[in-house]
């Protein structure tokens, strides 16, 4: 990338930064977020009667399906709300003598590090308790759970990008359109999976489940962040089976790693190529 180029990108990403971090939906997924993550931190003891907070890993583990069902939802609608381009409004950005795949993936960036910050902002609260609280055991858990978020974040984020690519001018509709893949990625696609899967023969059963963990990206980061933090002896069908077929914990972890690296490429390179033959 030559250096003009990429003084651009970052220069669209700063402008989208500012953008975002002004923006009051920011602040408020900041508060919410790190209010739940030190809630779900409270909520072990206080269940069992005991006082004070869980360790890292424990915190980690149950901070899991809060961060699978709240981070891709967030991403989406703040990447839709903020990229899908309206005829009018976006004339001067794209006006400016710079490629429109420089702008996009500049304007993600941005929104990248706002959302990713947030994140951060709730994560450290969380952890600084826990830290103080119960010291530092299971803290390589609790680090792998921030680099699964962030990698959703990047993955929903680029979605995100090409739904508001593919609907110029239509707003509304690339809003409906984002809510119904979170829905089918985080809630439908592993209950149909395990449907499909219970009319199938047990090899073909296998097959399904497996290639299940790697076409859904929820399903991979928490596949992923799961083994890295308990192994793989708290998992349920899908991800058995994928253990099963890998053979190996190292073989697993490679499919996932480049499963979750192909989600964050993908979708923004698509979202570049149909955003180029885009009438705007």
Known sequence: ?????????????????LLAVRSRSTTIFAIVFAALSLGVGLSGYILTGGRGMQDFARTAVSLVQLVL?????????????????????SELIFAQ???????????????????G??????????????????????????????????????????????VAAANVGRRARALALALVIWFGAVVLFDVAALGIASMLRSGH????????VLVNPVDAVRTGTLLGIEGDAAFGA???????????????SLLLLASVLLWIVVP?????????????
Not at 69 to 88: H, I
Not at 240 to 249: E, K, P, Y
Not at 268 to 280: E, I
Request: zero cysteines.
């Open 205 to 212: 059963a296998s097959r399904l489940l497996v290639g299940a």
């Open 97 to 115: 003598p710079v490629s429109r795949g420089t702008i996009l993936i500049g304007r993600l960036l941005g929104l990248l590090q706002a959302l």
């Open 238 to 252: 899908a991800s058995l089976a994928f253990f099963r077929i890998a053979g190996s914990r190292s073989t697993a």
């Open 69 to 89: 069902l709240l981070v891709p939802l967030t991403a989406l609608v703040v990447g839709v709300l903020a990229l899908t381009p309206e005829r009018g409004t």
């Open 117 to 162: 910050g947030a994140q951060l902002i709730g994560f450290g609260a969380a952890g600084l308790a826990l830290y103080a609280q119960a010291g530092q055991e299971g803290i390589g858990g609790f680090a792998l759970l921030v680099a699964g978020s962030l990698a959703l974040t990047a993955i929903f984020l680029g979605i995100a990008a090409l």
């Open 268 to 280: 923004p390179t698509l979202a570049v190529w149909r955003l180029r033959s885009a009438d705007l």
């Open 1 to 17: 990338m030559g250096g003009e180029r990429r003084r651009h990108l970052w220069l669209f990403a700063g402008h989208e930064l």
